[in-house]
DNA sequence: AATGAATGAGGTTTCATTCAT
DNA sequence: TATGAATGAAACCTCATTCAT
């Protein structure tokens, strides 16, 4: 497979290198923050130089809207998906959208993303604005109905649904900042399966309309 | 027309300046990150000239380390205190443990700090790791202590502790950061109290040995 | 007037240097034109360094419009007072105000503006477009106007006032126009007085209504 | 779906490409500047891609000396044939000299070589200086001669003849700078035929032993 | 012969830090 | 003690040039 010929400088690859590019900027700003991160460390995790980002992004901030629009909102139409063929109980539908989402999204790179808007909310309105409500919202208004289903054909206890489906989600939305925080300075870092196990369990437990003593098993 | 006693071009204030600054540094970091935010936006909401930072901190991470360690600890003591004063069920204790966090620090501006630690661990991963320890494991023991006698004591249901805690506290947290990024962006911006009043009967329930079914009022 | 004290690494100029700058930056940017001009140098040739620059100018574009629209317009507004207050022959008239100008423009360094927006007339139309009227035409029109009387009164012969006058003061500005480029080059550099004093000869000859047959000695 | 013979992705045009490339470059160099001149636009200009030029020029400064020593040459040598083949009076060959540098130069897009070498001079001192001996200074030389002749031979009054010739010509330089810069921005354009007959009347009117009182038509 | 993706030197601009006042 | 003008390192960005295709 390895050519004889000396390996060329370097290689065209005008299909792939967007991809690239957004991956390498991903894991440069979740890590330093937007401002922090210097856009020679984001070529080089690409495997290009300063000048090739150009190309392609027509600049840093550039590259940062496409990330944040490119990779949520499918995540989130695979969700909305699950409920419109969803029949059953409530719960079943709750477990099966929350479990998408932690697989999806806190379990791939694209957690980065969530942690990302928080951090430069206050430096891109506009933008965060965006994720706002083509994402977040749209995710919460999509779990408050089937909350407000639980409700009404007493699966749940009465709640403020609003406030219920933002209460459910945190401890997941915890362990994905967690993931990119603090995660790599402890010593032995969060075992995230078990996490969510546990978090499934409690929030769930939470908002049921009896006790359900369910364990982790 | 000049005056020797009367308005003089600055005060000397060397005993309110530091905390003025520190108060004033949180406000921007917090708001715009630590690599953008402006040592003279700084000053300014200080109510000085950049160069009077430097009077009383080394420079711009200085100014954020004197920041992480001064503020939250204080804070914590004050729940050490009440864990040892407290006799009496585990379920009250927790309750009085998790609103003192939440009127001392959630509803402070000391409520900036874990948000800018989340952001900023990534590129200052020693005080990200001194408030790893000084602070959140510090408080997660705290409350595990509490989460394990009330499981022993029958309070509660049998969890992992440790994951119990994180997850218990997971919702006050995420108000916390979610104050920080997107609520000024809200159309109706979260009702705080409301907030804490559904989350601390949720994450009750969710350790509950039976259901509670208490409401929220 | 010399310190014995060991000389200060800078000085607090706040009140010369925009001056300064902009003195610097007429001579790098008529040397080597507005793109080529590197900021660091002009920066140099003001004695500062380059951020400095920016204290006073909020870039290189500001630099050059600051420029152009502060050097000239005074100078015009002298001749304009000349025409205001003269009385007798258009021809003494015409003369003073060309000599004012050759005075006030083409010996002092101001001569480097017009050949400066003849250069960049193609990347900065706005800019051009105020020189142009604000300048030249409005020069052109005070010009025309004792062209004009001069005609009516029999000094001059009848010819298209609007290109005479354009005619006329060809001369002059070739001059500037050739001190800024090719002037440097020259074995013998063009003598600017006898230039001036045959130009203004030969151009009034031009326009007379009949032959003056005066010459230069 | 793949042919052999029908439309090719490109054309060799190894004739024509050269001329074609510094006909590009003329009138992005004058337009923009020598370094504001994107090398990218002469190419797009020319029809060709960027990697081409370099097939022909060995890079930019090329294209810029390429350009300057091949066009003005051999006008100015018709300019010589004229003298040479000319017999009559002095004052019938200046014109003819004259006309043939309008109608070669001025009014085609050669005119943008003086332009551009004016805006260059302080970049490029040699090319300059070969533009000054090869063109200027040999062009002023051949028309101080006739000018010489015509004073000797009275058609003339006597005026410093290095001086006479700059002066003489200053009018129509004057247009071809003009045509390069605010031209394109004057509501109404300069006529540059009118403005050539003016000029040449009054030019001639400057240096004629008599009063000649010649009009336009 | 031609393309255009990739490079990287070199410029502009920002801003933490210093220091003359 | 306080100021804010001045500095200069470090970042972003451009574009002439190279080179794989």
Do not use: C
């Amino acid at each position: 497979m390895q050519d004889v010929e000396a390996s060329p400088r370097w290689q065209r690859r005008a299909e792939e290198r967007p991809q690239e590019l957004l991956d390498a900027a991903l894991a440069v700003f979740v890590e330093r923050g937007f401002a922090a991160a210097r856009l020679e460390e984001v070529a080089k995790r690409a495997g290009v130089s300063k000048g090739t980002v150009y190309l392609y992004f027509s600049g840093k901030e550039e590259l940062l809207k496409a990330l944040v629009q490119s990779a949520i909102v499918p995540q989130l139409e695979n969700v909305e998906a699950l409920a419109r063929e969803h029949s059953g109980a409530s719960r079943e539908l709750l477990i099966k959208m929350v479990d998408a989402m932690w697989r999806g999204i806190a379990l791939s790179p694209l957690s980065g993303i969530p942690k990302l808007m928080l951090s430069e909310a206050g430096n891109f309105p506009e933008l965060a604005r965006f994720f706002l409500e083509a994402v977040i919202q749209r995710h919460w208004a999509l779990m408050r109905q089937v909350m407000e289903e639980g409700m009404a054909n007493g699966e749940f206890r009465r709640l403020p649904a609003d406030l219920a489906v933002r209460i459910f989600v945190a401890p997941m939305m915890m362990a994905v900042f967690w993931k990119h925080s603090f995660m790599p300075l402890e010593e032995t870092p969060l075992d995230m399966e078990r996490y969510f196990a546990v978090a499934l369990d409690m929030s769930l437990a939470g908002i049921a309309a009896q006790a359900t003593n369910s364990t982790t098993d």
